[in-house]
């Protein structure tokens, strides 16, 4: 086979996960761009959102009731992060990776002392699945049970309730909190409460990607996430790169965050099909990351060079 016909045949799980991870990476993004919070709760996180999916499905529970579930689990965790912040007086960060080391033995116990649990699609009703993700030999088959779609209007929906969630008061006064919190509370914003908020609702919609995610594989790991908020920063860095200039609108730019994470998937199936050993795969993305990350600060040096030039020309 190949390389082009292999890459082909690739992208339809690349873009699947890409898909997964870009609400992941939404779920960054309101931390780390909107409230101007390194939140590493979220490496646990989504790892949680998958136990708790997993759990339920097993035990028969409704695969949406099973995600709603771990977005109600991720929200927990968040709200965790956010009274360690808050109340205890503990640094962000420091509060994140707490919670994160928590919810490892939580995760253990959600799913019965097991390092995985699996959930066969043969066995049980799962809302995606990798196995039907080349399935396109009709529309009834590709609607009902390819994940593309389902996973592309999922992405629209939670875009388009965060948009009418941040343009509401509270959600205006979440956004006050992240860009000035000093002038948030002159203006009796109470940003302790805003903050815990944040966090709930970034891990919640973390949580929710781990659901999908371990549904999409077939089983839950307990060290699934593992990495997971440097995938998600890479979305986040990939989606203002490649977009910032285009989407100024905050829905655009949420859908920026989305389209990033699957870009990232697709680098990163171009690499491995090139014959890269899966053992680097930590390392690739690292470095892809670190490209991405690198592409901003490059780009401001070389417009510097080229005013100074400017400048000189015209002294």
Known sequence: MSFLSALFNSMPGA????LIWGLMAIGVYITFRILDLA????????????????????????PVLALLAAFAAGMLAGFVTGMFHTRCGIPAILSGILTQLALYSINLRIMGSKANQAVGV????????????????????FLFKNPLPLLLALTVVIIAALYWFFGTEKGSALRATGSNPNMARAQGINTNSNIVLGLM????????????????????????????????????????????????NFALKLL?????????????????QLGLNT????????LIVALFLSVPYWKSKMFR???????ARHA
Request: net charge positive; proline share 0%.
């Open 15 to 18: 873009v699947a996960q890409g």
């Open 39 to 62: 939140d590493l709760t979220v490496d646990g996180s989504i790892a949680t959102g998958g136990a708790v999916a997993v759990m339920l499905i097993r035990g028969g529970c409704n």
């Open 122 to 141: 043969d066995k049980y009703s799962l809302i995606v699945s990798q196995r039907y993700v080349r399935e396109f030999s009709g529309i009834k088959e």
């Open 201 to 248: 609702l970034s891990n919640g919609l973390v949580a929710l990607s781990g659901a999908l995610l371990a549904q999409f594989q077939g089983a839950s790991d307990v060290n699934m996430g593992r990495g997971a908020i440097v995938i998600g920063l890479a979305a986040v860095i990939i989606g203002e790169v490649v977009f910032g200039k285009l989407f100024r």
């Open 256 to 272: 920026a965050v989305s389209i990033g994470a699957v870009i990232y998937y697709i680098v990163l199936q171009i690499v491995l």
């Open 279 to 286: 053992n680097d795969l930590k390392l690739i993305t690292a």
């Open 305 to 311: 060079v080229k005013a100074q030039k400017g400048g």
